[in-house]
């Protein structure tokens, strides 16, 4: 039975949309955790942590995200024997996906900043991680700001994605609505306004964010 | 016991052999300039000193710590053993005060108050006093100089090393930068300078080295050493500088 498409599609799309949002939260949120690690592990000065790092970035970056999902939320159960939620899943799966591309986007602009800025620091008695947090980070923070951001935006549109393991997002939504109503045109054009919505604020914002940034050194 | 010694230091890059057997003593209170060729071993030789460099034989002691030793702790070396650089390499996105605070506050935790009198009697010592807001990019290359020359002072070491750091100057601001170094040399302070600011090393060493294919190849008073060379390389050496 197809029914018209009407304004309170519309209202459920919006409320789909919260998952993308809550979805790209703890994606962004694991994903940095993860990807400071890394980051610092691959400038590291001990080779055995540059080599794991470098190890687990090009496995996962080698790998889509689609099979993290159904690694987590699939293989865990049949491999590990333990059922996890698909909240759990994809907690795992994006900051795992997340964590390995933002490792390498950082690790970039922290080997950015001049080798002769790190030996200042050492030559001033500072430690490695002494010389990481005060002297390289806050300088490599102002050339991370587009690139992390750019990353973000990948990462809103990646989190339908998460629709193949029962996630109704803005995606999924979208499909269910089409199903039901047969609008498939007027359907994604509302669907693709409410991710343009999401998106452009953020890189607005990051052009803002790089204006002071650069007036604050 | 000296304050610096080098027994049959080695230094390869690969293949290439940057310091062959360099044996050196420095006595507190010593002005040791080195001169040579580019390529010669006399950055590297600085270098090593405060552990910047490995080195692959011999050893180095400073006040009978040994550099080289891998169970040495670095950090507590270079809080007595400070080094300026060509590039200057002070922080862009510091202000100056924190420039030369940082590393008193970060390894010595050193409180406001105090870390703002060392800064200005460092940039006193300077003469930079009316900078101490100011931000690298808002110097001149000597002014940044000097405040790396302050910054590195402000650690109090017992040794300073100096990494040929006129050389990224045009003339006019070599001459501020040679003054502030031998206002430090009149304090007492330590030193040794990779230069090739002759003239200077003249004045104000008191041992000058020259350095050739990684070896000390002749060394002495400074004047003994630049009137009369012993050795045709450094005869050459002089007459390509000085001309």
Known sequence: MIREFNLIDVYYLLLAARWTLALTGIAFLGGGLVGMIVAVMRVSPFAPLRLASTLFVNVVQGIPLLAWLFVFFFGLPIL????????????????????????EIWRGCLQA????????????????????????????IRIAVPPTVGFLVQLIKNTSLAAVIGFVELT??????????YQPFTVYIVV???????????????????????VAR | MSLVELDGVVKRFGDLTVLDRVDLRIEPREIIAVI????????????????????????????????????TDLRKL????GIVFQSYNLFPHLSVERNITLAPRVVKGMKDD???RLAESALARVGLADKIDAYPDELSGGQQQRVAIARSLAMQPQLMLFDEITSALDPELTGEVLKVLEQVAREGMTMMLVTHEIGFARRVATRLIFMH?????????????????????????LEAVLH
Not at chain 1, 84 to 103: K, R
């Open chain 1, 80 to 103: 590990a024997g333990v059922r996890i939620s698909p909240w759990t899943a994809a907690i795992a799966a994006y900051a795992i996906y997340a964590g390995a591309f933002l490792g």
């Open chain 2, 114 to 116: 105090a870390a703002r």
């Open chain 1, 113 to 140: 900043i001049p080798r002769q800025q790190w030996e200042a620091g050492a030559a001033l008695a500072l430690s490695f991680g002494e010389q990481l947090y005060y002297i390289i980070v806050p300088q490599a």
């Open chain 1, 172 to 181: 999924r939504e979208g499909q269910l609505t089409n199903a039901a109503t």
């Open chain 2, 36 to 71: 040579g060729r580019s390529g010669s071993g006399k950055s590297t030789m600085l270098r090593c000193i405060n552990g910047l460099e490995p080195i692959q034989e011999g050893r180095i002691l400073f006040d009978g710590i040994t550099v080289n030793d891998p169970i």
């Open chain 1, 192 to 214: 693709a306004a409410i991710y343009f919505a999401m998106c452009f604020p953020l890189t607005q914002w990051s052009r803002r964010l790089e204006r002071t940034l650069r």
């Open chain 2, 78 to 81: 270079r809080q007595r053993v």
């Open chain 2, 213 to 237: 294919q990684g070896r000390i190849w002749e060394q002495g008073r400074a004047n003994e050493v630049l009137e009369s060379p012993r050795t045709p390389e450094l005869a050459t050496f």
